[in-house]
């Protein structure tokens, strides 16, 4: 395992027995481990293990994922970064797909940049700046991948994902299919995209004005300031755990509300952004998502407003009454 807690090399692990981890091992180019623990691959840093995990090279490793997902009648997700990712503590029954190296890399003609999903955003926002092109610094502090960030449209300091896309390109788990959808078939609204289930985002085309790459530089550099001093990055989140309500910041609402002082064990609602939670060591899942249920309560009760997570759920959460598969 690398630092990340990804599997570096074709690994399979202790768990081979279980047939499925023996066909995907046997069928994938890219590493496949049994019982694999996700928690290090979320930058929360908790959570339990997938069914199995697959680090997907090609997209012949991700047609072989569709096809023992449909013969195992077993559910797929893909993990980028897991910078929005909450997995129970019980873990996952599932194949877990993380896009390796093959799906890195980037390519940039005129104002048109092409890259692969697993590029990371930080990276990608600064290579579009470094070509003197301007729009994109705002990604310079999403720590997503390119897929995660279209999933979700990431967005942020006015911008989102969706003021930049041309197109996406898919892989479909179901059909094994690569599709090319424009723009204005991704449903992309407020963090949200109507992407179907079994859609893998595999690259994306992207489009930017041009500008001054020292003046664009200089914006990543005070947007990356500005967030060291107005959010915990020096401890384990996952930015932003709920979306803001239509006119109001969901920040100033749990502040209101006297969020800063709650946590559960080991999560605990950081003292410098209300929309952050933080873990530390010994902290589970289920503190999470206690946490997050009791401040949807406490706001609904004080403000009338009902937040909704923005961090997605992996797997079965009791306490936050939203048992999801
Ligand atoms: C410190 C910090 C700051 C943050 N700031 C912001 C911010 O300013 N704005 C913002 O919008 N978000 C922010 N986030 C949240 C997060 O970085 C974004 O939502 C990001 O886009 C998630 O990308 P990911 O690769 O980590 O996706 P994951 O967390 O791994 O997954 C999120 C969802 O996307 C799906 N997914 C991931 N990759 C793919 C793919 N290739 N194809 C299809 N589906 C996929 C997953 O299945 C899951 O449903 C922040 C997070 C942190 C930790």
């Known amino acids: 395992m690398s630092p990340t807690g990804i599997p570096t090399a074709g690994h399979v692990g202790d768990h081979a027995a279980d047939p499925l981890v023996a066909e995907l091992a046997s069928s994938c180019r890219g590493p496949v481990t049994g019982q694999?623990?996700?928690?290090?691959?979320?930058?929360?840093?908790?959570?339990?293990?997938?069914?199995?995990?697959?680090?997907?090279?090609?997209?012949?490793?991700?047609?072989?994922?569709?096809?023992?997902?449909?013969?195992?009648?077993?559910?797929?997700?893909?993990?980028?970064?897991?910078?929005?990712?909450?997995?129970?503590?019980?873990?996952?029954?599932?194949?877990?797909?993380?896009?390796?190296?093959g799906y890195r890399g980037l390519e940039i003609e005129d104002r048109r940049v092409h890259a692969g999903a697993a590029e990371p955003l930080p990276t990608l926002a600064v290579k579009v700046a470094d070509a003197g092109l301007t729009g994109f610094a705002w990604a310079c502090a999403v720590p997503g991948t390119l897929g995660g960030a279209v999933r979700m449209n990431a967005g942020a300091h006015g911008s989102e994902m969706r003021d930049h896309l041309v197109t996406v390109e898919l892989v479909r788990l179901a059909s094994g299919t690569r599709e090319?959808?424009?723009?204005?078939?991704?449903?992309?609204?407020?963090?949200?995209?109507?992407?179907?289930?079994?859609?893998?985002?595999?690259?994306?085309?992207?489009?930017?004005?041009?500008?001054?790459?020292?003046?664009?530089?200089?914006?990543?550099?005070?947007?990356?300031?500005?967030?060291?001093?107005?959010?915990?990055l020096n401890e384990p989140n996952c930015g932003s755990v709920f979306t803001n309500p239509s006119g109001d910041s969901a920040g100033r609402l749990i502040d209101a509300?006297?969020?800063k002082a709650m946590a559960v064990g080991g999560a605990k609602v950081s003292e410098r952004h209300a929309n952050f939670i933080v873990t530390r060591p010994g902290a589970t899942a289920t503190d999470v998502a206690t946490l997050i249920r009791r401040i949807q309560q406490r706001v609904a009760e004080t403000a009338g407003v009902d937040l909704i997570a923005e961090v997605v759920h992996l797997g079965r959460f009791e306490t936050a009454g939203d048992a999801s598969w």
């Open 36 to 101: 694999a623990s996700l928690a290090g691959m979320t930058t929360l840093r908790v959570g339990g293990t997938a069914r199995v995990l697959v680090t997907a090279e090609s997209d012949e490793d991700l047609v072989a994922v569709g096809r023992a997902a449909a013969a195992y009648e077993v559910p797929h997700a893909i993990v980028g970064r897991g910078s929005n990712l909450l997995v129970s503590d019980d873990g996952w029954p599932g194949i877990a797909v993380h896009l390796g190296r």
């Open 180 to 232: 090319t959808w424009p723009l204005e078939a991704l449903g992309l609204t407020y963090r949200h995209s109507d992407l179907p289930t079994d859609a893998v985002v595999v690259g994306a085309s992207l489009v930017f004005e041009p500008g001054d790459a020292a003046t664009v530089r200089e914006e990543i550099a005070s947007i990356r300031r500005w967030r060291r001093e107005h959010q915990p």
């Open 257 to 259: 509300a006297g969020g």
